[in-house]
């Protein structure tokens, strides 16, 4: 009972991945590395949303063939998967992966047995975007809260699910804190939405709307299973066998679904009521991000403006792009993207920052034939605020990462990064140095080496789940026991002005460049 099972949502296949997109994937997986990391077994899981009528109309307008369109936008999602070195253990694709559609299949024929599935005729206003209906007081203004588009009139005959029979039993999960979800005002607003009365929804589409793209609905051909319904399912359908099902969704400590704001009555309503009608364990925690802005703008395909991380990552590799996303992205509200934060970000804290102290650091021991003791010297109380700070850091990771803080955990490495630089610029290691025959100065100089290098092996482990890349280069440098490695920089630092080199990372938007700000 001590597994870790972290997923994401799985995104629409409409168009290219955007910075958006990397933000979540980036997070999960920080996740999962950290648990990896404290000896937990872990499982991480992504893919793509492939049987969405909005796939069906991209492709169309595209002049290409549904299938191939898909399997093209999908592949660039698998791409950004190894662009952004993520270390996930399974990537599904729902309309390609055979385990999805029985998956989906056998989810339908026991919701159906459970009694809680019937057909009726319906008219509502539907959002072809967010692929859903909504009633007229979620449409501030009449538009779209997600898209800012006038939805359309709807009327079919579909199957609905009888959501509101099982209401009662997601609020109570989600008061108990059998669900968690996480941060609390997202919490709030998930019981705030139950607290209001839950109509029953719609999980099938007529087929003729989708040319027969979808999952059919068992035993109704001419309904294909709604892109949610079959979407959500695929946090268990991937998990196809028994042992692997049970090991990862029924017998996991912890079973963590990472989304966006947008999508969160899906996850904390929809899903859980499914579950609890086919008796299946719910999710433990739910964890939602906010969005990525450009200009104040969600980052969107389908608003026409959007990054491409895998442009970013091109131009200034994994590291760069990872630690923005963790460092400077806001938990509890939405945050604007630059090339010149990202850039001043990994120039100040990776390249002049961490890796200048382990620079330094290995550079000193080199350059004065420092021997390493195993056991950092425990005695000196000069160095006690970075022996401190450096046994202190996992904890302080621990605890971050538990609540979702990922600048708090980030906080704290960049905390033992400052003392260790303080305590070279305090301790003056090279005045040391120059007195070679002064036994006291000797030994000072080896207690401050020791303790650096000691504090810098723990920040290269700690660093792992957040800058997978580069912490190896880290390690690589800083040896084990008496050994160190050769001196070098392991961050490069980056061009300050990028002018108008990464103009193709920014796509569909009105700015002269990707700097987004005032640029000739």
């Known amino acids: 009972m001590n597994g870790f ?26 996740l999962a590395r950290h648990r990896r990391h404290r000896g937990q077994p872990v499982r991480f899981q992504t893919g793509t949303d492939e049987n969405a009528q909005k796939n069906v109309r991209a492709a169309r307008a595209a002049g290409r063939d549904v299938a191939e369109f898909v399997a093209a936008n999908a592949e660039r999602f698998a791409e950004l998967t190894r662009g952004l070195s993520l270390s996930a253990d399974d990537f599904i694709r729902t309309s390609s992966d055979p385990r999805h559609a029985r998956g989906v299949e056998r989810l339908w024929q026991h919701t ?8 009726r005729r319906y008219t509502g206003l ?11 007081a979620e449409l501030p203004d009449s538009r779209c809260p997600e898209h800012g588009t006038a939805p359309e009139t709807v009327s079919e005959e579909n199957w609905f699910f009888r959501l509101s029979r099982y209401a009662g039993a997601v609020e109570t999960a989600i008061r108990s804190g059998r669900v968690r979800i996480v941060p609390a005002t997202r919490r709030n607003e ?36 709604y892109v949610w319904w079959d979407a959500l399912a695929n946090y268990i359908t991937a998990l196809d066998d028994e042992a692997t099902y049970r090991r990862w969704w029924v017998d996991s400590a912890e079973r963590v679904h990472v989304i966006g704001k947008g999508i969160v009555c ?14 299946r364990p719910l999710p433990t925690t739910v964890f939602v991000h906010e969005y990525l802005t450009l200009a104040g703008s969600k980052i969107s395909k ?18 760069a792009v990872r630690w923005w996303l963790v460092r400077e992205v806001n938990s509890h509200a939405d945050t604007d993207f630059t090339v010149p934060r990202l850039v001043e970000r990994a120039n100040r804290e990776l390249a002049n920052g961490l890796g200048n102290l382990v620079n330094r650091t290995v550079s000193l021991v080199h350059r004065h034939r420092i021997a390493i003791a195993a056991e950092p010297l425990r005695a000196a109380a000069h160095l006690g605020a970075l022996r401190a700070a450096a046994a202190d850091l996992p ?24 003392e260790g630089n303080r305590a070279i610029e305090r301790e003056q290691p090279w005045r040391l140095a120059g007195r070679p025959d002064d036994a006291a100065a000797r030994a000072r100089l080896d207690a401050v080496s020791g303790a650096l290098v000691h504090a810098c092996r723990v920040l290269a482990a700690e660093c792992a789940p957040f800058l997978p890349d580069g912490a190896d280069r880290l390690r690589a440098q800083l040896g084990h026991g008496a050994q160190v490695g050769q001196a070098g920089p392991t961050f490069a630092r980056l061009p300050v002005d990028t002018g108008c080199a990464v103009r193709e990372a ?11 700000e005032t640029c000739e």
């Open 112 to 119: 159906a047995a459970a009694g809680d599935l019937y057909r």
């Open 190 to 225: 998930v019981l705030a939405f139950l607290r209001g009365g839950v109509c029953d929804i719609s999980v099938s589409r007529p087929a003729a709307r989708s040319a027969g793209w979808g999952i059919p609905v068992p035993g109704d051909p001419g309904q294909v299973v």
């Open 126 to 136: 539907y959002c072809p975007d967010c692929e859903r209906f909504y009633a007229p």
């Open 266 to 279: 899906f996850h904390a309503v929809h899903w859980l009521a499914l579950l609890t009608a086919v008796g």
């Open 506 to 516: 920014v796509i569909g938007q009105d700015h002269s460049c990707a700097c987004l």
């Open 302 to 319: 389908s608003r026409g403006a959007a990054v491409d991380p895998l442009a970013l990552v091109a131009r200034f590799g994994p590291d």
């Open 395 to 418: 904890g302080r990771i621990d605890d971050a990462l538990h609540r979702f803080d990922f600048r708090a955990a980030t906080d704290a490495i960049w905390a033992v990064v400052a």
């Open 5 to 30: 099972y972290v997923t994401t949502a799985i995104p629409y296949v409409n168009g290219a991945p955007h910075l958006g997109h990397a933000l979540e994937l980036v997070q999960a997986d920080v």
